[in-house]
T-cell receptor, first 109, second 115 residues
């Protein structure tokens, strides 16, 4: 599996957009970029995924660079409830997900 | 509809004992996967069940086993517990299996502490 690199932590002001970067320079052609988040004391929650086109859903937008070596998750209007650990994963479409340390996002009022 | 439920939420066991954890998937979901999450190793895949059959298995010793019932509920068992088995055990359900655009929905997990 392609390895991902994310910043350890970041702060964001409530109501502002949060841009979470992820590097995956060894991604292969059939691997998708997935984003999950985990709020304290809860199970991981799926956010969004994409292959090469930018994607948007009700939770977030995913911007993937043309060479697919990096991506950015955008939370358009962060709220206090978005405080969580965010995980960027690169996988083929199977269920053997594995997470590393992720980015701890703290949304401040 | 109700989400994935896991019981118990918290468990304390002693080394050498065995433990059984339970997972009820979202109604209509037939695939259940189990994961172990620790601060050091992050989230790691244990195994996946679909239609009562184990379809995929991660790199864990044989002390870790599971099964799925006809109603899609699943249990996992850990025998001869070791201190290193202390972790959050997560169950995830999905509607399909294998190679398709499915999302996994996770339960809240069972926090196992081995003393």
């Amino acid at each position: 599996d392609a390895k991902t690199t994310q910043p350890t932590s970041m702060d964001c002001a409530e109501g502002r957009a949060a841009n979470l970067p992820c590097n995956h320079s060894t991604i292969s052609g059939n691997e998708y970029v997935y984003w999950y988040r985990q709020i304290h004391s809860q199970g991981p929650q799926y956010i969004i995924h994409g292959l090469k086109n930018n994607e948007t859903n009700e939770m977030a937008s995913l911007i993937i660079t043309e060479d697919r070596k990096s991506s950015t998750l955008i939370l358009p209007h962060a709220t206090l409830r978005d405080t969580a650990v965010y995980y960027c994963i690169v996988r083929v479409h199977d269920y053997k997900l594995s997470f590393g340390a992720g980015t701890t996002v703290t949304v401040r009022a | 509809k109700a989400g994935v439920t896991q019981t118990p939420r918290y468990l304390i066991k002693t080394r050498g004992q065995q433990v059984t954890l339970s997972c009820s998937p979202i109604s209509g979901h037939r695939s259940v996967s189990w994961y172990q999450q620790t601060p050091g190793q992050g989230l790691q895949f244990l195994f996946e069940y679909f239609s009562e059959t184990q379809r995929n298995k991660g790199n864990f010793p044989g002390r870790f086993s599971g099964r799925q019932f006809s109603n899609s509920r699943s249990e996992m068992n850990v025998s001869t517990l070791e201190l290193g088995d202390s972790a959050l055990y997560l169950c995830a359900s999905s509607s399909g299996f294998g190679g398709a655009l499915y999302e996994q929905y996770f339960g809240p997990g069972t926090r196992l502490t081995v003393t």
